[in-house]
């Protein structure tokens, strides 16, 4: 049983540039939530889809933008790069009803020059 | 305002030692509770988590975690430490109104020496 997967593992940007990060979340979830993680800290969260629609968004600019596919699987967009946005960006995967129990995606890095 | 607090950045313990790891959370509605576990370069894997019942949760490799509401805490403890315990925990706090939106603390740097 696969778990949550993302791709690419490591990535370089530039500033101003636009990036988009894939999920595809453990078989039988239909909820994907993403954070970034800043080096050193915790992670915060982003957003998170089902149902392809957006339900939640923690306190992130509209530079970072996202979909939901109808297989469950996500795609996080962020817009006109600043070098703050270098992160380990997480996605996790739930399945409705127990949305609280998320289990995470190894990652990608993120690096913003 | 919604928190939650790892008092301690880094901790150094002995194998063969106990472990307690303190989290401490600050929320309006019943609070769901999680540790995970973030080895270098990997992402979070979950050790335990508390939804309602019994106070005293088991989790995975050995991890048990007490649920105090009267000192909004949760802390994880480890009888034995192992040298693979060496990683960064996270205390996570999810509540009912919030549709899974997890929030972390800034995590506890665990090393651990021969």
């Known amino acids: 049983d696969a778990g949550v997967t993302q791709s690419p593992t490591h990535l370089i940007k530039t500033r101003g540039q636009q990036v988009t990060l894939r999920c595809s979340p453990k078989s039988g979830h239909d909820t994907v939530s993403w954070y970034q993680q800043a080096l050193g800290q915790g992670p915060q969260f982003i957003f998170q889809?089902?149902?392809?629609?957006?339900?939640q968004r923690g306190n992130f600019p509209d530079r970072f933008s996202g979909h939901q596919f109808p297989n469950y699987s996500s795609e996080l967009n962020v817009n006109a790069l600043l070098l703050g946005d270098s992160a380990l960006y997480l996605c996790a995967s739930s399945l409705a009803g127990t949305a609280n129990e998320q289990f995470f995606g190894p990652g990608t890095r993120l690096t913003v020059l | 305002a919604q928190s939650v607090t790892q008092p301690d950045i880094h901790i150094t313990v002995s194998e063969g030692a106990s472990l307690e790891l303190r989290c401490n959370y600050s929320y309006g509605a019943t609070p769901y509770l999680f540790w995970y576990v973030q080895s270098p370069g990997q992402g979070l894997q979950l050790l335990l988590k508390y939804f309602s019942g019994d106070t005293l949760v088991q989790g995975i490799k050995g991890f048990e975690a007490e649920f105090k509401r009267s000192q909004s805490s949760f802390n994880l403890r480890k009888p034995s430490v192992h040298w693979s315990d060496a990683a960064e925990y996270f205390c996570?706090?999810?509540?009912?109104?919030?549709?899974?939106?997890?929030?972390f603390g800034a995590g506890t740097q665990v090393v651990v020496t021969p």
């Open positions: 996570a706090v999810g509540t009912t109104d919030s549709w899974g939106k997890l929030q």
């Open positions: 889809y089902y149902e392809e629609e957006e339900r």
